[in-house]
């Protein structure tokens, strides 16, 4: 599990190459005015950019806490013979995996999540990667849900077609995780005997802590729902900061979940090039149907790249120094 080699190896520089590549087609598609684009962007609201920085950091105590609730349910941290870090200590693994995510394609950040919390607690790596399953199988579940209900609040009740084909392939999703899930808790005996005998302990740790990690799951779903809401709280600072005041924050909270799914896309690093494209996309859609005032492309582009400075960049800018210091890793 070495980061640097990982970095360096062909796949990633391809996933690299292939997200800017994004982004060049889609910035040419556009009639941007560069200058108009950076002035926006050097004219932002310096105290209102730092709230937006620290809402983003403030997440991970929240999910901190909730991969330690899932953890617990799973049977970590009761005994005090492999007690499990602090949420301190989670939260820099969290963080750790994060950085993790935005320099490496597939998501491979979680596996590195798994690694890192069995080389410090000395748990079961397949159980925990469980764990981190089940907390993406909320928050794909949850926030389906909150795009639903946001997007018939942000445009009355009309979703453009253009995001409902999106809705519609997240929807395809989401059938296909319950089945999964379903098919784990009824069919795991079959499952079991499709596989490699030496694989059957370590398949029962994994869906041990997947399935286990929904106990408690009112809890959960509260931590989650309120990691997305200042999620959105981040984004709507950023726009602020631009000066745009006249969005709802129902447009904000699906614009902002909107390109947190895209960030699970396994083409590109922590999905860059497609969350862009999408925040500037449902920005003009939006200013289009009457809903948001005052955005145009270049001010709908400013949002995105100054959304991402903080959401990816800063990632990208602190996490090496995390890495160095961290006895963690």
Not at 75 to 83: A, L, Y
Not at 265 to 272: C, R, V, W
Not at 279 to 296: A, E, H, R
Request: net charge positive; aromatic share 10%.
């Amino acid at each position: 599990m070495s980061l640097e080699r990982r970095f360096l190896n062909l796949r990633t520089l391809v996933s690299f190459g292939v997200a800017f590549a994004i982004l060049y087609f889609v910035f040419r598609q556009m009639n941007l005015n560069v200058g108009d684009i950076a002035a926006h962007i050097a004219n932002a609201n310096p105290l209102l950019y730092l709230a937006a920085l620290i809402t983003y950091y403030s997440t991970f105590i929240i999910r901190s806490l909730r991969w330690k609730l899932l953890l617990q349910n799973v049977g970590f941290g009761r005994s005090s013979v492999h007690p499990l870090p602090s949420v301190a200590g989670l939260g820099e693994i969290i963080f750790l995996s994060w950085f993790a995510n935005c320099i490496m394609p597939a998501k491979l950040g979680d596996a590195y999540r798994a690694y890192l919390l069995k080389r410090n607690a000395d748990v079961s790596f397949s159980k925990t990667f469980g764990t981190i399953l089940a907390e993406r199988i909320v928050d794909l579940l949850l926030t389906f849900a909150l795009l639903a209900i946001t997007g018939l609040l942000a445009f009355h009740g009309t979703i453009p077609s253009t995001i409902l084909v999106g809705m519609q392939a997240s929807l395809g999703l989401v059938v296909a995780v319950v089945v999964g899930l379903l098919a784990m808790r009824n069919l795991g005996a079959l499952i079991r005997r499709m596989l490699p005998v030496r694989l059957h302990r370590y398949y029962g740790a994994f869906e041990e802590g997947t399935l286990h990690s929904f106990r408690q799951l009112p809890l959960v779903l509260l931590y989650s729902l309120l990691a997305w809401i200042v999620e959105a709280g981040r984004l709507y600072l950023v726009i602020l900061s631009l000066g745009l005041t006249g969005i709802g924050f129902p447009v904000v909270l699906f614009t902002a979940i909107a390109g947190s799914l895209l960030t699970s896309l396994p083409g590109t690093p922590a999905g860059l090039g497609f969350v862009e494209s999408v925040i500037i996309g449902i920005l003009l859609i939006s200013g289009s149907l009457g809903l948001v005032s005052g955005i145009d492309q270049d001010t709908a582009t400013s949002v995105a790249i100054l959304d991402r400075t903080i959401s990816y960049w800063s990632l990208v800018l602190f996490g090496p120094v995390a890495y160095v210091l961290s006895k963690k890793k």
